[in-house]
């Protein structure tokens, strides 16, 4: 009989697909995933929020019940990402005298609340990861402050904040399966949790989660977060481009940028300095695209490079933007282990040698990790910040245990109570 604080189960709402995943760790630290479930969202959650409750509700007990069919296994409360071009992000510090001598709690929280004090905002959420806070005792960082000697405690927190009604739907969506929100995160912080390694996060790594309608980026260095962001343009910006270009359904257009991507001949002329005159010789045979779906009067026959410009032209055009954002934060010489693209867009063929031609540092492909034991439908990259939850979901529950954070404080029970009183007296 597993003890409830070994087994964790988490929610990914995204835009293409609502994931569960359900995971367990022993007395000896190695964790597997027991079980998972993924339900199209079909237009239920969009850039990170709800657009149809009750559809979004009906997905998520199919998700569910699979992963808990397939571990065998019943879990009581979930954690949730959160992401979309709603959530701001934040980091602040915030410092208090060791009054008795030795860290406790209560200086934790007292100066977790003076980190969060000018980012408070009316009908606002704010939320911090426990993997996404930094310690100090006296100038000297340390893992965890508590019962550690000295004279000033300080923290360095990233925050999210958030509009409340977005976590209201997700608790409402959770509370429908009659489960608990344990607590949220950041869904580009849950990214990093499940792709990165250490190394990649001590000598300096930006995660780019390119999800369908959203793409999320962090960025860390010496173990710690320098700055993390989220944009409202994802995979299905590609494939709008693409629909409209050839005159296809969506439908359609996401099976050829998945399947073709860019081809190796187009990235090299469009990319290769050596190459930058190349086109194919006249004898040549220009590869064609049988189309299925394409309006009537329109060729139903295209060239493979007509599909070529039109994902090339779009994934640049989104990678520039980030290679923007980090420039103007002074944050590409950081980047000594390059930049990670992960989530259901990062298998785009060629994106990599796309996103290297752009930043000028090392790209790959961010794959699960951290997980002893890992389904073979779930080693993919668009899994990866739901088993970066997991991950977060673990050393949550032993955080608790250890009596280093209070539980209740969590997402889960602020919405609850919130959510309980409002139906109690107006409802």
Not at 239 to 263: C, Q
Not at 280 to 308: A, N
Request: with cysteine.
């Amino acid at each position: 009989m597993r003890r409830r604080g070994d087994i964790v189960g988490v929610v990914d709402f995204g835009s293409r697909a609502i994931r569960v995943l359900i995971g367990h760790r022993d007395a000896s630290g190695a964790t597997q995933v027991l079980g998972h479930g993924v339900v199209p969202s079909q237009g239920c959650v969009s850039q990170g929020v709800i657009q149809d409750r009750n559809a979004a509700q009906a997905a998520l007990g199919k998700a569910l019940a699979a992963a808990e069919r397939e571990a065998r296994v019943r879990v009581p409360s979930l954690f949730c990402g959160v992401n979309g071009k709603n959530v701001e992000t934040f980091i602040r510090e915030g410092k208090v005298e060791i009054d008795r001598g030795m860290v406790d709690l209560e200086h934790m929280a007292e100066a977790r609340d003076i980190a969060s004090r000018d980012i408070l905002a009316p009908g606002k959420r704010v939320n911090s990861s426990l993997t996404a806070q930094e310690w100090y005792v006296d100038n000297l960082r340390v893992l965890n402050p508590l019962g550690i000697r000295g004279e000033v405690l300080k923290t360095r927190i990233h925050f999210a904040r958030l509009p409340m009604i977005i976590e209201e739907n997700i608790f409402q969506c959770v509370e429908s399966q009659n489960r608990e929100l344990e607590d949220m995160v950041f869904l580009p912080l849950a990214a990093g949790l499940g792709c990165l390694t250490p190394e990649d996060m001590e000598l300096g790594v930006a995660v780019v989660d390119m999800g369908r309608s959203t793409t999320g980026i962090a960025v860390y260095k010496d173990l710690r977060i320098l700055g993390s962001q989220c944009f409202d343009w994802g995979g299905y910006h590609i494939t709008r481009d693409v629909a409209a270009g050839l005159h296809i359904s969506f439908d359609e257009a996401d099976e050829l940028v998945l399947e073709y991507g860019i081809s190796d001949e187009f990235v090299r002329s469009e990319l290769d300095e050596e190459a930058a005159s190349f086109s194919p010789s006249s004898g040549d045979k220009t590869p064609q695209i049988k189309l299925k779906t394409s309006v009537p009067g329109v060729p139903s026959i295209v060239d493979r490079s007509m599909l070529d410009e039109i994902i090339f032209e779009r994934a640049k055009e989104l990678m520039t933007k980030i290679k923007q954002f980090l420039n103007a934060r002074d944050m590409m010489r950081n980047l000594v282990r390059g930049v990670v693209l992960t989530g259901g867009a990062s298998v785009i063929k060629n994106y990599v040698a796309l996103g290297e031609a752009i930043f000028r540092t090392p790209c790959r492909v961010g794959f699960p990790r951290a997980v002893d034991v890992l389904p073979h439908p779930v080693q993919s990259p668009e899994f990866s910040a739901a088993v970066g939850l997991l991950i977060h979901g673990f050393q949550y529950r032993q955080a608790a245990r250890n009596g280093h954070l209070d539980p209740r404080g969590g997402a889960g029970s602020v919405v609850r109570r919130v959510g309980k009183f409002l139906r109690k007296y107006f409802f």
